[in-house]
Each structure stands twice: as C-alpha cells, then as structure tokens.
C-alpha cells in the first residue's frame, strides 16, 4: 500500500504530527482551508501595536516541546515573559486581590476568609468525590464554596472559556483527578510530589513567547515541510481497497496509508467521516463557546493601576461583563509603542454567552465600565481590535467518556484513520505539541 500519509488541519497538532512524520523521511501532505498556518494561533502588527488572535503564551516545561522548538531553530528566538507575570490578581468586592502562589501567601491573603483557610486544611478528610465528578462539585466538596467560587470559577472562565459546573473533573483536570485517586487527597498529593522533587529532564517552568509573536512557531514548522495545500478544504474523505482518499470542491487526492483529522468537531459530519448515527450525535453535543476578545491600547497615564502581572480574572459572583484581562506590555516587550499600554479582555464564553456576540461598540463600552472600575481607566482607547471567535474551546464536560469512546470506535473500525487535536488530550497549546508528537512518532514506525 502506499505509504503517504495526508493530515487534515494546520493547527498546532496536524503541524507537529506532519514534522515529526517528515523528519521519518515519510511523505507527508498537510491540508488547510485557511491561507495561512497555525489554526488559533495568530500574531499581527499595527503600527506599533502587536497582539494575538488566540493564545498569548505558551507555557515551556515539557522536555518534548523544548526539544521541538530547538529542532526548529527557534531556541534564540525565545522571548520569557517579565518575572511580574508570576503576579497574578483576582476582583473581589470591586477590587484586585493578588492571588497567592505558595501556602504562607495563602494563610496572610485577604482574599479568603478565615473559614475558607481552615476548610483547606481539613481537605485531606473530605473523601473522595464520586466518580464523574464535575469540577465545582469536586472543589466544593474539598475546598468549600469560598474556594471553588473565586479561584476555580475565575480560573476555568479564563482558561477554558467555560463553567466548572459543566465540566468534568476527570478530563479537565486529570492531574487532580489522578491525585485523589492514588493519594486520596490534593495537599497530600502535593506534599508527596515536592517530597520527591521536580524531575531533572524537565526544564524549567516558564512563559514564553517569540520575538515576533506566538506565530512563529507555526511558519517555522510548515516552512520545515515539504508539500502542503493550504486554501484546500478537504470536503470528503473515503477508504478504498488501495488505500484513503481526500476530496476538496474541485480535486482528489490520494491514495494515502493514513489519514490524520485535525479539523474542530462542530466541523465534523458524515461526508468527512463515516460515522454510525448515534456517534454523530455524540460529537455534536460538544460545545465550543462563543468569545469575544478586545485588543486595547491606552497611554499609561489614563490607567490607574500599574498593571503590574500577568492579568486578573473575575468571579462570576462579582457580576461583570468581562471575564479577565491580561496585561499584555507587561508580559512581553515590543507589544506596544512608548508610553502605552496594551490590554487582551475577554468576554462571553459559557458564563455570559449573549454578551460574545454584540457589536464591537456595545462591548467596548460594556468592557469600558468595568476597566474603570477595576484599574482606574480614565480615558478612551487609542487603539481598538476586537476579535470575535464564534466557537472557541471544546469544553470537555460530564460524560465526556462517550466522546472519547467514538473516536476509539472510529478508529478501530477504520485503520488508518487517526482523530486529533484540543478535542482530545488536553486543550492547552504544550498539550497539542505533545499529543501531535506522539502520533507522529506512531505514524512514522508504523
């Protein structure tokens, strides 16, 4: 049969798994709709101002992606984020409380009452929480209601767009999930793993970015291929006996040994993949929240606030429009001119849906208000991005085990057929590196 092998997305995963591919001396054909690589990841220029469409920093402390960015000659490239990123703050009663990073922090913040320092304490007797879990029920049940409202809700608003009602502990985060089962409790979990000390293969934690931007990564990995069709939508694909084939609008390609489908599953259906019916439901009861996300630059003296970290993030119970905001001239230099700063706010996403989707005017003025309020604006934006993403992150919720045993079914029952991406595995960037890598590596031995 032949050998090729097609992968269909450019985002961080279809690149990853293609370089690894290539660098077998397989042959390998990656497939794009979009003119340009990289999925989510996106950086432009504006006349000094420089900003992402979607993820802003890539957390480095995996061996596998420090390798990687090394193998594409980008470990000169490598910007680390201000040692005040580490300086995170959360609204509480109207006002930024720094979040505290290690147990005496915790014990002195007034962030947390005194009933909610206790309750901590007591998390080794809570017991374990029944098996599908969602996240607020977990932290509840261990932490208390203090807790789960105004560090975890803020957090999974931040990062996964979402609401820790909704998602499922084990899938969201298996880690937690994986330390409760084996040490029956969090604190002791912890305590165990800085007992045991930090593994020496692994480098440092750090945030980071590159010179130019996050894009970076992707031009280099697509320019390091060596056949790729980006403007090509793959419409169908179909086994036959001498192998897969892809069909676009006006084109076919093939045969192929295997073919890898990257693309977002509310893009799925049963032309690109032979689904039973059943399984087709199950994908789409998927949701990826809609989230808007302004781009805002103002001259330092009509902001308050020193802007001082990486960002805040507000608590549903605080009752804002807006779900956090980075400080993105804090976090890396050269993103705004002399004199300015530039802010990433987020709104929308599984808490307040109906807000996503207005106008760029309504949500600046909606996101105006409580940047006044919280660090002390004064005065209009000088510049103004506003990025709609109408479907943003998978959100993986209770259940998510039926998900999963669709792709398993749709792979044994096609072989050669490989599903991958932030749908499986983990939705943060370092997570889609890694699990692009390791198919990679599967389909260059096989």
């Known amino acids: 049969m032949n050998s090729k092998i097609a992968i269909v997305g450019a985002g961080i995963t279809g690149l990853t798994a293609a370089h690894r591919v290539k660098k077998s001396g397989k042959k390998v054909h990656l497939f794009d709709r979009k003119p340009e690589p990289g999925g989510v990841i996106g950086t432009e220029d504006s006349a000094g101002w420089r900003y992402e469409l979607g993820p802003n920093t890539l957390l480095l402390k995996d061996p596998e992606v420090e390798k990687l960015i090394n193998d594409l000659n980008l470990t000169d490239r490598i910007v680390t984020a201000n040692q005040q990123a580490s300086k995170r703050f959360i609204v509480k009663e109207g ?40 996240v607020a029920q977990f932290f509840h049940q261990r932490f208390g209601a203090e807790i789960l409202n105004y560090a975890v809700n803020p957090f999974i608003a931040g990062i996964y767009a979402g609401s820790p009602d909704q998602l499922s502990l084990k899938h969201t985060f298996p880690a937690l999930h994986r330390m409760q089962q084996e040490s029956g409790s969090v604190l002791l979990g912890g305590i165990r793993k800085m007992i045991k000390g930090r593994d020496s293969n692994k480098p440092k934690r750090r945030l980071i970015s590159f010179q130019t931007g996050l894009q970076e990564l992707p031009k280099a990995l697509i320019s390091d291929l060596e056949d790729t069709r980006l403007n090509q939508e793959i419409k169908k694909t179909e086994h036959r ?5 892809l069909q676009t609008e006006s084109a076919e390609y093939g045969p192929y040994s295997d073919v890898v ?16 019916h059943h399984e ?6 998927v949701t990826y929240p809609p989230l808007s996300v302004l781009v805002l630059g103002y001259k330092k003296e009509d902001i308050e606030h020193p802007l001082d970290g990486f960002g805040f993030l507000v608590p549903e119970k605080e009752g804002r429009s807006v779900l956090g905001a980075l400080f993105t001239s804090t976090l890396f230099k050269n993103r705004a001119p002399a004199g300015y700063h530039l802010l990433t706010v987020f709104i929308g996403g599984s808490r307040q849906p109906e807000l996503a989707g207005k106008t760029s005017a309504e949500l600046l003025d909606l996101t105006k208000k409580d940047l006044a309020d919280l660090i002390g604006l004064k005065d209009a934006p000088n510049f103004n991005k506003h990025i709609y993403w109408p479907r943003s992150i998978p959100q993986y919720h209770t259940g998510y085990d039926d998900v999963l045993a669709v792709f398993d079914s749709l792979e044994k029952n096609n072989p050669g057929l490989h599903l991958a991406g932030n749908f499986r595995g983990g939705v943060s960037v370092p997570d889609c590196i890694k699990n692009g890598l390791i198919l990679g590596e599967k389909l260059a031995a096989g």
Do not use: C, M, Y
């Open 261 to 276: 489908i990257t693309v977002p599953l509310h893009k799925w259906n049963r032309e690109l993949l032979p689904f039973q």
């Open 95 to 134: 006002q930024l409380h720094e979040l505290p990073t290690s147990f005496s922090g915790f014990l002195s913040t007034a962030l947390f009452s005194g009933r909610a320092k206790r309750r901590l304490l007591r998390e080794p007797f809570a017991g374990k929480v029944q098996p599908g879990a969602t």
């Open 241 to 245: 006996s001498d192998g897969w084939f």
């Open 280 to 285: 087709i439901q199950t994908i789409k009861s």
